[in-house]
């Protein structure tokens, strides 16, 4: 058995969720004259690779000390929508249901191909990871509840999207992008898809049944997709945590493990040696093109 890291970089020009405490570290010991180098970090929840937690949105919810290995480590579905969806669309349950078998008690991965612009790319747009990036309504909502699935990845800034929360204030300029995009794709003011009652569905209504999500995935997705495979999320045994900060994996047999491997080889990859396709892109902005 062999392990994929899913996991994107973590150092201090990684972003946090907007307004979150980025990463901040300094040395309090130093080698000469102490012995050994030691280190005081400060930073939210939030950022990096992260899981979020119940209790995170839901009072009642467990700390993600609460959550049993078996949770965190099942089978898998992985899902590509890079070529259906991208700048501010939604994704729906038959656009993933279309790609892979998704079964009862899967954990999801999604992939929106939004993880290219994630500040470890050579293509890396904060703006577009964070706050122009694809989520789901309320339909996909009620289908991870009948699936009752385990818990959701994305590989972007949130399991939401990103005009059904706070951004689509903080953000005038983008709001008003998505806006006229709503209009024009959907046929509704982006105030009649997103109403107050549906505010940040994928935390709070999704929180009290359980289905948790891990934001910021990345590091080698790309050689995984649209299959079934085992995936394991390892976040603190953090007490009283309302996320946290951790390692996904993916566990591929060995024989395999060498077929991907040279998979990579032919892909080009990042400062930190992570395989990338550049299909994505090309796909996602085509789409953004093609609504010109």
Not at 71 to 78: E, I, R, S, T
Request: proline content about 5%; charged content about 25%.
């Amino acid at each position: 058995m062999k392990l994929l890291d899913l996991t994107i970089p973590l150092g201090i020009a990684t972003p946090p969720w907007p307004t979150y405490e980025p990463l901040q570290i300094k040395y309090f010991k130093r080698l000469a004259p102490n012995g050994a180098n030691g280190q005081v970090l400060t930073h939210s929840n939030h950022l990096g690779t992260h899981l979020d937690g119940e209790i995170h949105f839901y009072t009642a919810g467990k700390d993600i000390a609460e959550l049993q290995m078996d949770f965190l480590v099942h089978d898998a579905a992985v899902v590509d929508l890079s070529d259906v969806v991208a700048d501010y669309d939604i994704y729906t349950s038959e656009m993933i249901e279309d790609k892979v078998e998704v079964k009862e008690g899967d954990i999801l991965i999604i992939h929106t191909g939004f993880h290219h612009f994630g500040w470890d790319m050579p293509t890396a747009d904060e703006v577009r990871y964070m706050v122009q990036h694809p989520g789901p309504d309320r339909e996909f909502a009620e289908w991870a509840k009948r699936k009752k699935l385990r818990w959701i990845g994305v590989d972007c800034g949130s399991a939401d999207h990103p005009m059904n929360t706070i951004i689509r204030d903080w953000m005038p300029r983008q709001a008003k992008a998505a806006r006229a995009h709503f209009v024009k794709k959907y046929g509704k003011k982006l105030e009649e898809v997103f109403t107050d009652d549906k505010y940040q569905l994928m935390h709070i209504e999704m929180f009290p049944h359980g289905i948790i999500h891990a934001e910021c995935l990345g590091g080698d997705l790309d050689l995984i997709l649209n299959r079934r495979v085992q995936i394991g999320f390892f976040p603190w045994r953090f007490v009283d945590g309302e996320s946290s900060i951790g390692r996904c994996v993916a566990f591929v047999d060995d024989d395999e493990y060498e077929g991907l491997m040279a998979q990579k080889a032919e892909l080009p990859k990042t400062k930190f040696g992570d395989a990338y396709n550049p299909q994505h892109v090309k796909r996602l902005n085509a789409q953004v093109k093609a609504r010109e």
